[in-house]
């Protein structure tokens, strides 16, 4: 079994779902870094999201 500290000597590779500025620090360092573009569905609005369930029948 791998040591944890093994994966302290491998290339860091990060998927940020989040503030661009955390992706924009990492860019700036050379880490290899993706930035997703994630929302909550309906804006995180409770009544829009249950609207959005009846509709598709869920």
Same mark, same amino acid.
């Given at each position: 079994?791998r040591?944890?500290?093994?994966? *302290?000597?491998?290339e860091?590779?990060?998927?940020?779902?989040g503030?661009?500025s *955390?992706?924009?620090s990492?860019?700036?360092? &050379?880490v290899?870094v993706i930035?997703?573009?994630?929302r909550p569905?309906? &804006? &995180?609005?409770q009544e829009?999201m249950?609207?959005l369930?009846?509709?598709l &029948?869920?």
């Amino acid at each position: 079994m791998r040591k944890i500290s093994d994966l *302290f000597k491998q290339e860091l590779k990060v998927i940020n779902i989040g503030l661009l500025s *955390f992706k924009e620090s990492l860019d700036d360092v &050379g880490v290899k870094v993706i930035q997703v573009d994630w929302r909550p569905p309906a &804006g &995180g609005d409770q009544e829009v999201m249950d609207a959005l369930k009846k509709l598709l &029948g869920k």
